[in-house]
């Protein structure tokens, strides 16, 4: 079981930055696959980066070469730096982990591992 807890999040004008962590906690080795997803208000929740036990990582296509998935082993955390933010990027952003590789993009439709509680990123012009 693992346990994933998200923090960082904030209201940032448009073109700045924000780095979203994820404590993880619990048995990591059950789940490798983890990764950033958002929900914006009244949607579902959307694949923004992933990455797998390796370190290979993907994006959407509406935050690749803005945003950045990387993970402390050491640290058990999980970032997501996010630069130049657009108004579109405002949403809530999970962290989640599972057992299957996760999907950088679309919707998640499915019940995976574990979830955080989300934080929210509002982006303002």
């Known amino acids: 079981l693992v346990q994933l807890r998200e923090s960082g999040g904030g209201s940032v004008q448009a073109g700045g930055s924000l780095k979203l962590s994820c404590e993880v906690s619990g048995d990591t080795h059950i789940s490798p696959y983890m990764g950033w997803f958002r929900r914006a208000s009244g949607g579902g929740r959307e694949g923004v980066a992933v990455i797998d036990g390796d370190g290979i990582t993907r994006y959407a296509e509406s935050v690749k070469g803005r945003f950045t998935i990387s993970k402390d082993n050491d640290k058990n955390i999980l970032y997501l730096q996010m630069n130049d933010l657009k108004r579109e990027d405002t949403a809530s952003y999970y962290c989640?982990?599972?057992?299957?590789?996760?999907?950088?993009?679309?919707?998640?439709?499915?019940?995976?591992?574990?979830w955080g509680q989300g934080t929210m990123v509002n982006v303002s012009s």
């Open positions: 989640a982990a599972d057992r299957h590789p996760l999907p950088a993009e679309g919707w998640v439709t499915g019940a995976l591992d574990a």
